[in-house]
Nanobody
Framework: QLQLVESGGGLVQPGGSLRLSCAAS????????IHWFRQAPGKEREGISC????????NYADSAKGRFTISRDSAKNMVYLQMNNLGPEDAAVYYC????????????????????WGKGTLVNVAS
């Protein structure tokens, strides 16, 4: 059983940066693509980025392109989301999730069916 725990959320001013972390335990991530989602109040959950199990392929939603960077440290079972130039529209609860994929070089940011979810970390953007 894989457990995912997000951290790194908080309050940041517009234009600021945050780095979110996703720590995995219980199993290795050798065959898991890791996805980041977010959900703002009253809105649907949005997939914003994913990284393949191999770490060689990363994809982003249009809302994240050019501002967010996903990375993973397989030795530490950690995945990170560096978020820059944050705006009020980025305020949400951010979740990491894992999806098994034996094609280790692929992930699809549009995918919604995940095997495991974290409980989320809250990001607020306000001056």
């Amino acid at each position: 059983q894989l457990q995912l725990v997000e951290s790194g959320g908080g309050l940041v001013q517009p234009g600021g940066s945050l780095r979110l972390s996703c720590a995995a335990s219980g199993e290795g991530l050798d065959y898991d693509a890791i996805h980041w989602f977010r959900q703002a109040p009253g809105k649907e959950r949005e997939g914003i980025s994913c990284i393949s199990a191999s770490g060689s392929n990363a994809n982003y939603a249009d809302s994240a392109k050019g501002r967010f960077t996903i990375s993973r440290d397989s030795a530490k079972n950690m995945v990170y989301l560096q978020m820059n130039n944050l705006g009020p529209e980025d305020a949400a609860v951010y979740y990491c999730a894992a999806k098994s994929n034996f094609v280790r070089t692929l992930c699809d940011v549009r995918s919604r069916s995940m095997e495991y979810w974290g409980k989320g970390t809250l990001v607020n953007v306000a001056s």
